[in-house]
């Protein structure tokens, strides 16, 4: 999310959406090329955690500091309009298992964003520095925000950006809805050659007209060497290999980093209106990450 300019192929790409499929990914060996296995494999067993948080402990208390960095400040690459704060004003437990991130209309203490006095705080964690993989089975139970110009997110970027920098570093997003779209989510890889407008995904939509906003909701990537499988609630609707990618490099034989939160407006969301009441907030139950 941080650098990508526009969004205007999301409009083709909601097209390709698929709803389909009861088969959970959590019995894939890893492995591109792998049949699937059945539920009580082996493989299946054999997944070992790697980063697990559930979001226990008081009520308004941080995130856990050994787990997860906040990032701070503004961010004028999409026009995003919330001010990133620290600690646990935009980003805490609820003391019911659950991370809490909550945007909010308001500005105490006179934050400056790229369009001038900030209009509202909200909240981003990564786990830079602090947690990273490649492959694995990534999940995060989630439930998100309603409203125009609410953009919750869970996705990964490449380990290696501070030195090939973005898009070479390659960027997962492993979930993003916008508000005007409650029904739907979206999957996306962005790499050298197909990065911001650019960008390869899919779209996930609810059946019967339901939002995501009205309850909690699995969101996951299967990811081995050359593939990418992205699922909601378990189910599969969309896979990635170097075949998708236009003869451009495949970015994801390698260590990423997790990121969650909740931006404010900007390009693609559109910015909040009459119609957005205040505070919104995604709600987290769980980030789980495995080995397959
Ligand atoms: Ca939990």
């Given at each position: 999310?941080?650098?990508?300019?526009?969004?205007?192929?999301?409009?083709?790409?909601?097209?390709?959406?698929?709803?389909?499929?009861?088969?959970?990914?959590?019995?894939?060996?890893?492995?591109?090329?792998?049949?699937?296995?059945?539920?009580?494999?082996?493989?299946?067993?054999?997944?070992?955690a790697t980063?697990?948080?559930?979001?226990?402990?008081?009520?308004?208390?941080?995130?856990?500091?050994?787990?997860?960095?906040?990032?701070?400040?503004?961010?004028?690459?999409?026009?995003?309009?919330?001010?990133?704060?620290?600690?646990?004003?935009?980003?805490?437990?609820?003391?019911?298992?659950?991370?809490?991130?909550?945007?909010?209309?308001?500005?105490?203490?006179?934050?400056?964003?790229?369009?001038?006095r900030c209009?509202?705080?909200?909240?981003?964690?990564?786990?830079?520095?602090?947690?990273?993989?490649?492959?694995?089975?990534?999940?995060?139970?989630?439930?998100?925000?309603?409203?125009?110009?609410?953009?919750?997110?869970?996705?990964?970027?490449?380990?290696?950006?501070?030195?090939?920098?973005?898009?070479?570093?390659?960027?997962?997003?492993?979930?993003?809805?916008?508000?005007?779209?409650?029904?739907?989510?979206?999957?996306?890889?962005?790499?050298?050659?197909?990065?911001?407008?650019?960008?390869?995904?899919?779209?996930y939509t609810?059946?019967?007209?339901?939002?995501?906003?009205?309850?909690?909701?699995?969101?996951?990537?299967?990811?081995?060497?050359?593939?990418?499988?992205?699922?909601?609630?378990?189910?599969?609707?969309?896979?990635?290999?170097?075949?998708?990618?236009?003869?451009?490099?495949?970015?994801?034989?390698?260590?990423?980093?997790?990121?969650?939160?909740?931006?404010?407006?900007?390009?693609?969301?559109?910015?909040?209106?009459?119609?957005?009441?205040?505070?919104?907030?995604?709600?987290?139950?769980?980030?789980?990450?495995?080995?397959?």
């Open positions: 999310m941080t650098v990508r300019s526009s969004w205007r192929r999301r409009a083709s790409l909601y097209a390709a959406s698929l709803a389909c499929c009861a088969a959970s990914l959590a019995a894939v060996p890893t492995g591109a090329s792998a049949a699937p296995a059945p539920m009580d494999s082996p493989a299946n067993a054999a997944a070992a980063f697990t948080d559930d979001f226990n402990g008081a009520a308004g208390s941080a995130v856990d500091g050994g787990k997860w960095q906040i990032e701070t400040g503004d961010n004028v690459n999409n026009h995003e309009r919330q001010y990133y704060t620290a600690g646990n004003s935009n980003a805490a437990l609820d003391g019911q298992g659950n991370l809490v991130i909550t945007a909010r209309k308001e500005n105490p203490n006179n934050y400056q964003c790229w369009y001038g209009e509202y705080t909200s909240a981003r964690l990564n786990t830079s520095g602090k947690f990273t993989q490649a492959y694995g089975h990534v999940e995060a139970r989630m439930k998100v925000p309603r409203g125009q110009g609410m953009w919750p997110a869970f996705w990964m970027l490449g380990d290696d950006i501070g030195s090939v920098g973005w898009p070479a570093s390659g960027e997962i997003d492993v979930m993003e809805n916008v508000g005007f779209e409650p029904g739907t989510v979206h999957g996306t890889l962005h790499g050298p050659g197909y990065s911001g407008s650019g960008g390869i995904g899919a779209a609810l059946p019967g007209g339901q939002a995501f906003a009205d309850g909690f909701h699995t969101f996951a990537v299967d990811w081995a060497p050359n593939s990418v499988k992205w699922s909601v609630d378990g189910n599969v609707y969309q896979t990635r290999t170097p075949a998708d990618v236009g003869g451009n490099q495949w970015a994801f034989n390698k260590p990423f980093f997790l990121i969650l939160n909740l931006a404010v407006g900007g390009y693609w969301p559109g910015d909040p209106d009459g119609s957005t009441s205040f505070p919104q907030q995604l709600v987290v139950d769980y980030v789980h990450v495995t080995t397959q």
